[in-house]
Every structure is written in structure tokens, then in C-alpha cells.
């Protein structure tokens, strides 16, 4: 079985507008240094260990993935991004989306603000993408999905592919008929849930990534 944990990162409204306040424009990285403290408290405490633990996250949650990833890969078995919005400072500065200017408010407006433009270059995924070895990732995207286009995780894949010094996979599926929300059949869903469980089942019982590694070892 599994230990499933949910981490409320400052950046969501759990413990109140001040956590959400902590958490938006330039207090975004203590939404990284949060996820990373909850799951070094797991492993502390017992619950997992670096090589069975599978971090998963979609959307600005996909963004929190690649952050982590970036800088606590060590952590992690495998990371799962759901459409993640991981190219934050090339989106924040393309005016001709139509999301991006209502959500200067909560990243910053990297073309009118120096300041916002450093502190999303800070952190934002694909920008911080770095030679080290990397856990197992998967990346799904949607064709035709309009708040994260489908070329965001398709970048962040090749970069991460080009880059990483070791570990992985990192593999990336796009489904040609999903928007944001996923594909719209029936079971499309649950063929979604099914695929990610499968993904995190191989990372931690050694059938790719370190823990395949592991168990050559």
C-alpha cells in the first residue's frame, strides 16, 4: 500500500489569506520551501524514504513539481505533472494569452517590473532546469487546453532531456483531445488516474528510475 499525504503549501487559503498572501508574487518560493519541508518531515518521521516517495501536482501545482524537482530531486522517486504551467516568465510575458494579464495579480508583470521579471526568472521551472541527475518524471498535456498550452511541458521535457546528467525517465504524453481538465470521455478520467498510478507504482517497486537502480544494486 501507500501513504498518501496532501502538503498545504502557503500559496492555497487552508490556514487563511495570510498563508495565500504568503505564497503569491514574491513570496512564491515558500511555496517550493513548503512542499520540500513537508516531505522531509515524512521521511523524519517515518512514513517514506527519498526512493519511495512520488510527488504529484497539476497545473500551478505542475509548476510546484517542476520546482521541486529543480531543487530537491534527491527527494523523490518520481514526479507527476499534470499540465503544468512551468514556463512562468516566457507566459507571464506574452501579452497575447488571454490569462496572462489577469494573472500578473498573482505572479508579478515580468514586462512593466524588473523585480517581478528576477524573482519569476528565480524560480519559474523551465528557466532553472539544471545539469544534475533528475527523479523519474511524467509530463501530461492536453492538445487543446487554453490556460496551459501544450507547449509549456513539451519544452520543459526537451530541456530537462538535454540537460539532466542522470536519473530519469522523463517522459512526457500529450493527449491530442484534452483541454485543461483533462480529455472528455467517459472513462478518459479514470484511464488518467490509472496511467499516473501505474507511473508512480513503477517508481517506487524498482521498475524504472532510482529505484530500478536501487534494486540492481
Not at 79 to 97: C, G, R, Y
Not at 103 to 127: C, K, N, V
Request: charged content about 20%; proline content about 7%; overall charge neutral.
Amino acid at each position: 500500500g501507500f501513504v498518501y499525504a496532501i502538503a498545504h503549501v502557503r500559496g492555497g487559503t487552508e490556514r487563511g489569506w495570510r498563508w495565500y498572501e504568503d505564497g503569491k508574487l514574491a513570496n512564491k518560493p515558500n511555496t517550493f520551501s513548503d512542499f520540500i519541508a513537508a516531505t522531509r518531515h515524512l521521511i523524519a518521521e517515518g512514513f517514506a524514504a527519498p526512493d519511495r516517495i512520488v510527488a504529484h501536482g497539476g497545473s500551478a501545482g505542475g509548476m510546484l513539481m517542476g520546482a521541486i524537482a529543480n531543487a530537491a530531486p534527491a527527494l523523490y522517486a518520481g514526479v507527476i505533472a499534470d499540465v503544468p504551467f512551468v514556463d512562468v516568465l516566457n507566459t507571464m510575458m506574452d501579452e497575447s494569452l488571454p490569462l496572462t494579464p489577469p494573472e500578473w495579480l498573482e505572479w508579478g508583470d515580468p514586462i512593466r517590473s524588473a523585480e517581478a521579471f528576477a524573482a519569476i526568472r528565480s524560480y519559474s521551472p523551465y528557466d532553472n532546469v539544471r545539469p544534475q541527475r533528475y527523479p523519474a518524471i511524467l509530463a501530461l498535456a492536453g492538445l487543446t487546453d487554453p490556460r496551459v498550452t501544450y507547449w509549456e511541458p513539451a519544452k520543459w521535457v526537451a530541456k530537462l532531456r538535454a540537460t539532466m546528467t542522470g536519473g530519469g525517465p522523463v517522459v512526457l504524453r500529450t493527449a491530442m483531445d484534452a483541454g485543461h481538465a483533462g480529455a472528455p470521455g467517459r472513462f478518459d478520467r479514470l484511464e488518467d488516474v490509472a496511467r499516473a498510478y501505474a507511473f508512480a507504482i513503477a517508481c517506487v517497486s524498482g521498475q524504472i528510475g532510482e529505484g530500478k537502480r536501487a534494486a540492481a544494486d
